[in-house]
């Protein structure tokens, strides 16, 4: 049996590697130990608990406002004295925080392979997302196994000279745990959202939190106080908890009869909420992915992004971040109906609810202990999730 040691920190972690877990522990060839740096304290432990998992592990690193550097640190320090005591045969990290690249380099210093989980996503601009696209290309010099979601992916990594023999396709695993979300959550988690399956409003669930938009932030919420005033549309406004991010949005959009601003979600009531949405305005690199997979028109608040897949199939669209720029886009989804369809029409890119199944036959095959696995090719079985979710019944078998 090999052990796998798990390490995550925030809440997308813990969504796309949630499946994962759970099918490690449910493979006789594994014995997962996930470690949690705590990076993102409260929202990570909401979503564990929506998976009903906890970490065996767990740092409790956050503090308030630390830095970049500060959050690294104390999760390498931390990171390496558990791994040294561990018995484990691979590091396992997905996408790029902090705790991917102090994970990925805890794991190295202890000579264990590293296994990187959303590997070869590429902007092409270092310095967008801050820090991720770093962060990202860090992390594959020194990963032994890349779990890339899409063709697109796998080619980023060829392309700096990684060995094609070192890269699986998966599909993305958020879609796995998207698939099994769909149908648990039994309401929007928020009193001041208990109206909304009565309320004739089109929705827009709007949200900005990057780094990156932190100095525009007062644009974007204007922008959403805008689409508020049309009497047709409602605007919900799941809040980051980060005080930058808070001391710029709700001077603006307080006060507001169709804006409608809560606390960041549980992950079921959120993918309950996606599903209720009309239109997804945002800046997270989840709704570049969960949105089209949902059929729901997404409007990026971004320049560039490192997932341009969705954005080149039509189901996404970059917007920036000028209020004109996003209220112009978010109008024409609003006012066209053939606009409106042809976005909410296309099948998702980023896979088809095997990612899981992929990703166990991948680190099987790099352990000589099972056949190499068939890549994930968009568009080759129905990708699009938004007749499936009700009722699905699970996460998909490990075969």
């Known amino acids: 049996m090999r052990t796998i040691a798990v390490i995550l920190g925030t809440r997308p972690e813990a969504i796309k590697l949630a499946p994962v877990i759970r099918a490690l522990r449910e493979d006789p060839r594994f014995e997962p130990v996930v470690i949690s740096t705590g990076q993102h304290r409260q929202m990570l ?21 630390q830095t970049l550097a500060e959050v690294t640190y104390r999760s390498l320090r931390g990171l390496e004295r558990r791994l ?48 991720e696209e770093a962060n990202r290309r860090l992390v594959a010099q020194i990963t032994a196994l890349h779990l890339a979601p899409t063709p697109g992916n796998a080619g980023n990594l060829i392309r ?67 689409m508020a005033d049309r009497p047709t549309v409602r605007v919900v406004i799941p809040l980051h908890r980060n005080p930058a991010v808070r001391e710029a949005v709700l001077p603006v959009v307080a006060g507001h009869p ?40 997404t ?11 969705a954005v080149i199939s039509g189901t996404a669209r970059l917007v920036g971040r000028t209020t004109c720029g996003i209220v112009a886009e978010a109008a024409r989804l609003l006012d066209d109906p053939v606009e409106y369809e042809r976005m909410a029409s296309k099948a998702s890119p980023y896979g088809d609810g095997r990612a899981t199944a992929r990703t166990i036959g991948a680190i099987a095959h790099y352990f000589d202990d099972g056949p190499a696995v068939l890549p994930f090719v968009p568009g080759s079985a129905v990708d699009r999730l938004s007749t499936e979710l009700v009722g699905s019944g699970g996460f998909p078998a490990v075969v």
């Open 45 to 65: 432990d909401e979503a564990l608990a929506a998976f009903d998992l906890v970490p065996d592990l767990d740092l409790e690193i956050m503090a308030p406002r």
């Open 258 to 297: 169709r804006i409608t601003v809560v606390d960041p979600l549980p992950y079921l009531p959120f993918c309950r909420l996606m599903m209720r949405a009309d239109l997804i305005v945002s800046d997270s690199s989840g709704a570049e992915e969960e949105g089209p997979a949902l059929g729901k028109p």
């Open 160 to 226: 700096e000279g990684i060995a094609p023999d070192r890269i699986v396709v998966t599909g993305n695993t958020v879609i796995d745990a998207l698939r099994w979300a769909g149908g648990q959550a039994r309401d929007y988690g928020d009193p001041a959202l208990a109206d909304l399956d009565e309320d004739p409003c089109r929705l827009v669930l709007g949200s900005a939190h990057r780094r990156e938009s932190w100095g525009h932030l007062t644009e974007i919420a204007t922008a959403f106080r805008e």
């Open 299 to 309: 409007l990026v608040l971004r320049e560039v992004t490192e997932r341009p897949e």
């Open 84 to 131: 040294a005591g561990l018995a484990a045969d691979a590091v396992m990290v997905h996408g790029d925080t902090a705790t991917t690249v102090a994970g990925a380099l805890a794991g190295f210093h202890n000579r264990l392979p590293v296994i990187h989980v959303e590997a070869g996503l590429r902007s092409g601009n270092l310095h967008s997302p801050f820090p």
